[in-house]
């Protein structure tokens, strides 16, 4: 099945502890990017990727980091996670930046 | 800067009624626009994509029509269900980025059996 799996679901961690959320697609897109979810501000785009070893900034990018080393991984990188970044985030793809764009299932991430 | 707003914010109606959901936005230079489905706790999912030369898309019960000239698209469902029940969010790719996203807050649907 053609699919955008992100892991983990389910997150509370604590403030300052490194975190990654993975981020994997099987339909061997080249555009990968992340978006944050939050109630009254809807979505925006933290990262994305034309293809590998090429990322750049979103929207609100601060406090994040990505890496594209392989076509198929995007992971998102929170070196020392803050609180103002409990949300919901999402991983979508797609061939490329003018097609249908498919979503992960969402990761809820919560910091204490 | 490209915004996107969605009106109404919450809708319901009574299974069976036609309905439209309106999406404008600020800027008419887009590459193209997209409509998605999101489910409580889920991840969205792509409805209908329209292209900037394209005019309307349509996909079983549903119609999305885009007028780039004065910033509008509308999603029409005909003879709505229940399960047609979930936020419906519409999203512009502006012409010239790499592929941002800009979405609306969504319009929260509820049909009621």
């Known amino acids: 099945e053609a699919q955008v799996t992100q892991n983990p679901r389910y997150l509370i961690t604590v403030t300052g502890k490194k975190l990654t959320v993975t981020c994997s697609q099987n339909?061997?897109?080249?555009?990968m990017s992340w978006y944050r979810q939050d109630p009254g501000l809807g979505l925006r785009q933290i990262y994305y990727s034309m293809n590998v070893e090429v990322t750049d900034k979103g929207d609100v990018p601060e406090g994040y980091k990505v890496s594209r080393k392989e076509k198929r991984n995007f992971p998102l990188i929170l070196e020392s996670p803050s609180p103002n970044q409990t949300s919901l985030y999402f991983c979508?793809?797609?061939?490329?930046?003018?097609?249908?764009?498919?979503f992960g299932s969402g990761t809820r991430l919560t910091v204490v | 800067k490209q915004e996107v707003t969605q009106i109404p914010a919450a809708l319901s109606v009574p299974e069976g009624e036609n309905l439209v959901l309106n999406c404008s936005f600020t800027d008419s230079a887009i590459y193209n626009l997209q409509w998605f489905r999101q489910d409580p706790g889920k991840g969205l999912t792509s409805l209908l994509l329209i292209q900037s030369s394209q005019r309307e898309q349509t996909s079983g019960r549903l119609n999305a029509s885009l007028d780039k000239s004065s910033g509008r698209s509308t999603l029409y469902i005909a003879a709505s269900q229940p399960g047609d029940s979930a936020t419906y969010l519409c999203?512009?790719?502006?012409?010239?980025?790499?592929?941002?996203?800009?979405f609306g807050k969504g319009t929260k649907l509820s049909v009621k059996p």
């Open positions: 999203a512009v790719n502006p012409g010239g980025s790499q592929g941002n996203l800009i």
């Open positions: 979508a793809s797609s061939p490329d930046r003018g097609r249908v764009y498919t």
């Open positions: 339909m061997n897109h080249e555009y």
